[in-house]
Each structure stands twice: as structure tokens, then as C-alpha cells.
């Protein structure tokens, strides 16, 4: 089947001038269920953020700086014109396009008020309308597969650190200041808020479900009833109400007398278009389910030092089998899957696994597979993030490594990234801080040689919900939440040479404090001191990596046997 010729057909029949189709959907999944992989099924790109455009002569895709190589090998540019996001967004793109007064098509249940807002300002010059159509691109597809339907089960309180109950009962209070009830249309926000988990989509334990909370506390949960056993139901109470998810647009019309509360920046269009009195305003969900009580961060520390030691294992295994033979990107993401596997709370990995060696290591979101696996070669860089989810914890961490010896520029490079992530780890700040105005700690050694990373420097991370959760992240742009006590984000600054290496160092760090507040490293794996220029330290960056190294060192120590202990030993050596 001609995908795009069937597609503008129907542009045709309702008099469109152009169809937008995002990666996400209708719950702006970051990894969407097959049945919802739209643009991959369309263009073949299988990254995690994009935009589709499809006119009646031309079509684009739009990817951000992590995505731009693997675009290219995966998307045939004759059918698809391939744009950089932050240099041309497909809103700018498409006013370049289109004539005065034209039609865009847009799916509502895919878009948020402040994602239209973006697109309209940008067409507004154009008097372009945008038109809200059920999805073209689910019209299309005519093998579509099923949606998901995994069994529902419980968060144990024991990780969890609160009920269910009571969360309902905070949340509920927080609405009832300004309205009758809240659409909690995420599924990350729904099941922390009932403490149920689930295996509807690949690396993340969420069940795809959207949930009405009432200011008594009562819940309507749309998710077929089918998937909820009878202990389920019992967990749940008679104050969660099992609503077939088909009745979803009837029960939102007969909240129309009520004020409602939805939350402009997470909740599509299409829930508003439903309702009657909408009172814009944050989810208190999302920032309560972000700052993690205490409970949930001893066992994300938990998860860390758990997670060490299989990430340790791997990297031992790999410094050793170097030495001996070739290897390949294949083996390392198979191995580590074993490792982390041995232990009995893994669940699932939190993202497939980017191990990127040599030139692939420069594709900020590689996937290995069996037909770009490649093997390892002397004197190169081996660029390895991974990530595991446990029932106490999440967990993202990247390592880079040399295989052989590193050059000059590894070592400049990794230690200008080293310089960034120290001075990250080690920021304070006062309460009300953003993200964004942390951003600049870590490019900073990089601007001083005329370098940058084309990526954020850090990103949300959940306990046993996604391994990206906002609100809270360490970016340029600015419009990311204030860092507060409880939160755990990423640390990642980065370099990237094209067609030759990429460097990257992730730990996962806990904001804590009061008035002042501090950042707590939780990931417990050795930094690679054979690429670093110890010349271009201070004294007091050494003191930091040393510290580091001596804390590894005590948390992992009697959970290796005697070589991993050597080769942890020499990793861990004070410089």
C-alpha cells in the first residue's frame, strides 16, 4: 500500500492543506504501544519525539538534535524532507508552505492548548485554520494491531511510601479550592495516584488508562473492567469506579455544570472540547507525584546501588574481553540485559539500551540491533546508556569508555563534560530555582573551546513509573518547573563528534534541602578516569571525583567477587 497516496486522498476529501501527526499519542506516551506508533508506521523513524507533516506534494519530518543521524538511516528523504526541530520547527516550516486561508488537520486528542497555541501563532500570519479531525493516519492503517490489555497489579506500599487513599484525599483537597473535580488524563499521574502498575507499553510499568478525580476523593478510572482482577478491585475500594473507556467522551459531557480542572500543558484538547466550565491550572498530581517522599527515594537509592553492580559487572567484563577479542555493541546490550536480569526485582529495562561504539556513539539516541550491531575497535570510545526498572526505583546512567588507548581530544573532550557535570553535582541554589538556570554549569567548559550538545542536561525521572518525567529537567529552554526537595533528575552533559565519538557522563542526582538546596548523586558506578586530563582539574573537581569513587567503592564492595573487585579497586584509585 501506498502509505502517503492513500493519506492525501483524504487531505483531498476534506479539503485539507496539511495533516500533523506527532510521536506521541492520545496520552503522550513517550514510548506508545505498537497500536500507537503512528509515525513510525508512517516514515519508519522510531525515535521517542517528532513531527509528521504531510501535504498534498510534500512531506517533512521534524526531529530534535538527538535524532537528526538516526533519521537519516532510518527515513527515505525522497518521500520525506528531514528538518532539525530547534532550527526549523514544522509549524515555521509549514507557513512557508501554505496558502493564505488554508486548512491544517490536526488530531485533538493528540494535541494540548499550549501545543496549538505554538503552531497557531506561527500560521497566524498565513489566516490558516486548524481543523480538528479524527486521526488520518488510524484511517490508513488497516493492519493496525490491538491495543494492550496487560493484567492490572498493585504498587506495594511498601515502595510506594503512601495509599492510595491518601493521596486522593491530598489531591482532592487541593482541587476543591477552585473546582469540582480534575482530569488526570496521564497514565504516569493515574497510577501513582492509585498505586497500580502495568505492561501496556515497552519499558515504562504503566497501564494506559485516564482517571476523573472528584473534590470528595472519589475516582471514575476508564479502564476496562476485564483487566481488573477481583483483588484488584478490592485494593481499589468503592470509591474508584471502574468506567469502560468507550464511555469516556459521555462522561466528560456530563460534567459540562461543573467546574473542572485540566491542566493546559498535559491534557489534549479534545478533553475541553468535551467539557463545559474548564478552570486552567496545574494537575496537583504531577508535582506531588515528582517529589518523592521518603520511602520512594531510599528505594531509588536502593535501586542505584543494586543497578552498580550489574552496570560494574558489565564494564569489568567488557575491559577484560577487549583485551582477548573483538566485541560487539550486540554482545554489551545482551550482556547487560543478563546481568541486570540475574537479579530478582528487575522488571524490565527503562529504555533500550544505547550502545553506541565509535561513530554510533555520536548518534545521541543509537538503537543497536541486529542489523547496525558493529564490533569494537582499538582506540575508540564505547558509549553506553542504559537504564533498569525495579518496583523501588528507576534508573539512567551513561558511562563512556575507552576501548585501547584514548587520544588527546578524548581526553579534553571527556573531561570539559567531566568539568560540566561536576559543577552540576556540586551547584547550590535557592528555593525557586529552575532547571534552566543550572543549564549553563555544565555547557561551560564546552563554550570556552567553541563546543556544545545538542540536548538537554537533565530530565525528571519517576520511582518504577518513566525513566523521563517532568515537571522538572536541566535545559536551554526555559520553561521547566522550579527544582524542589524530593525530585530526582539527570545529569548529563555531553560531546559529540559526527562519524566519529560521542561522549556523554549520566548519574541521576536527588534535589534535596530546605531554603538552600543541594543536588544528591544516587548512581553508583565509576567515572572513567583513563580519559580524563587530570591537569585540567581544580583541586577541588579532583576532590569531588575522588569522593565519589571512595563512596562507590564502600557501597559496592561486597557484592562482587574477587576480580570485579580488582578491576573496581583500579577504577575507584584516588587521582
Not at 502509505?3 to 510521536?23: D, F, G, S, W
Not at 486548512?103 to 503552531?119: A, C, N, S, W
Not at 493496525?144 to 483537597?173: Q, T
Not at 573537581?541 to 578491576?567: C, F, I, Q, R
Request: charged share 25%.
Amino acid at each position: 500500500m501506498d502509505k502517503l497516496k492513500t493519506l492525501r486522498k483524504i487531505l483531498a476529501a476534506q479539503k485539507l492543506a496539511a495533516y500533523l501527526q506527532p510521536v506521541h499519542d492520545e496520552y503522550l506516551s513517550e514510548y506508545p504501544p505498537v497500536c500507537n506508533r503512528r509515525v513510525e508506521w508512517l516514515t519508519g523513524f522510531s525515535g521517542s519525539a517528532g513531527t509528521a507533516v504531510v501535504m498534498a506534494k510534500k512531506a517533512a519530518l521534524f526531529i530534535d538534535g538527538r535524532y537528526t543521524l538516526q533519521a537519516k538511516n532510518e527515513v527515505d528523504a525522497k518521500l520525506f524532507e528531514q528538518h532539525n526541530s530547534g532550527e526549523k520547527t514544522p509549524e515555521a516550516w509549514l507557513a512557508g508552505q501554505i496558502k493564505v486561508g488554508a486548512r491544517i488537520g490536526y488530531d485533538p486528542k493528540l494535541y494540548t492548548k499550549r501545543m496549538l497555541g505554538r503552531i497557531q501563532t506561527a500560521l497566524a500570519k498565513k489566516g490558516a485554520k486548524l481543523v480538528p479531525v479524527k486521526n488520518l493516519v488510524d484511517a490508513v492503517w488497516q493492519d493496525r494491531p490491538p491495543a494492550p490489555a496487560s493484567p492490572v497489579f498493585i504498587h506495594d506500599l511498601k515502595y510506594a511510601g503512601e495509599e492510595s487513599a491518601s493521596k486522593r484525599k491530598c489531591m482532592a483537597k487541593r482541587i476543591a479550592a477552585s473546582a469540582d473535580a480534575c482530569v488526570v488524563a496521564s497514565p504516569d499521574a493515574v497510577c501513582w495516584l492509585l498505586n497500580i502498575r502495568g505492561h501496556d507499553v515497552p519499558c515504562t510499568p504503566l497501564v494506559l488508562c485516564t482517571a476523573i478525580l472528584y473534590a470528595n476523593g472519589k475516582v471514575d478510572l476508564y479502564l476496562a473492567p476485564s483487566r481488573c482482577d477481583a483483588n484488584i478491585r478490592a485494593y481499589l475500594g468503592k470509591d474508584v469506579k471502574l468506567c469502560d473507556p468507550a464511555k469516556l467522551e459521555a462522561g466528560l459531557k456530563a460534567l459540562r455544570k461543573k467546574r473542572v480542572l485540566c491542566d493546559p500543558h498535559s491534557i489534549p484538547v479534545w478533553f475541553a472540547q468535551k467539557l463545559g466550565h474548564v478552570i486552567e491550572g496545574e494537575n496537583p498530581c504531577v508535582l506531588a507525584k515528582a517529589m518523592k517522599n521518603p520511602v520512594e527515594l531510599q528505594g531509588m537509592r536502593n535501586a542505584h546501588i543494586r543497578d552498580g553492580v550489574a552496570v560494574v559487572k558489565l564494564l569489568c567484563w567488557l575491559d577484560s574481553e577487549t583485551e582477548k577479542r573483538s566485541v560487539t555493541e550486540m554482545e554489551i546490550f545482551d550482556k547487560l540485559l543478563k546481568l541486570r536480569a540475574a537479579h530478582p526485582l528487575f522488571v524490565e529495562p527503562s529504555f533500550p539500551t544505547i550502545a553506541g561504539s565509535g561513530p554510533h556513539g555520536a548518534i545521541v539516541h543509537y538503537r543497536v540491533s541486529r542489523e547496525s550491531n558493529r564490533t569494537l575497535r582499538k582506540n575508540e570510545l564505547m558509549l553506553l546508556d542504559s537504564g533498569a526498572q525495579y518496583p523501588d526505583g528507576t534508573t539512567d546512567i551513561t558511562r563512556t569508555v575507552p576501548i585501547g588507548a584514548p587520544n588527546e581530544e578524548h581526553k579534553d573532550r571527556f573531561t570539559r563534560v567531566l568539568k560540566g557535570h561536576i559543577a552540576i553535582a556540586t551547584a547550590r541554589f535557592p528555593e525557586g530555582t529552575a532547571g534552566s538556570q543550572l543549564d549553563v554549569l555544565a555547557r561551560q567548559y564546552l563554550w570556552q573551546a567553541g563546543l556544545d550538545y545538542d540536548h538537554g542536561t537533565g530530565h525528571g525521572v519517576g520511582c518504577f513509573l518513566g525513566v523521563h518525567e517532568g515537571p522538572q529537567r536541566i535545559s536551554k529552554r526555559g520553561d521547566d518547573a522550579a527544582l524542589k526537595s524530593g525530585m530526582i533528575v539527570s545529569n548529563e552533559p555531553g560531546y559529540y563528534k559526527e562519524g566519529d565519538y560521542g561522549i556523554r557522563i549520566e548519574n541521576l542526582v536527588a534535589v534535596t534541602g530546605d531554603k538552600f538546596l543541594g543536588l544528591e548523586t544516587i548512581t553508583c558506578v565509576p567515572i572513567d578516569t583513563r580519559l580524563v586530563d587530570v591537569g585540567m582539574l581544580t583541586a577541588a573537581e579532583k576532590k569531588w571525583l575522588n569522593d565519589y569513587h571512595a563512596w562507590v567503592l564502600d557501597k559496592l564492595y561486597g557484592a562482587l567477587d574477587e576480580h570485579e573487585l580488582e578491576w573496581l579497586g583500579k577504577r575507584c584509585k584516588a587521582i
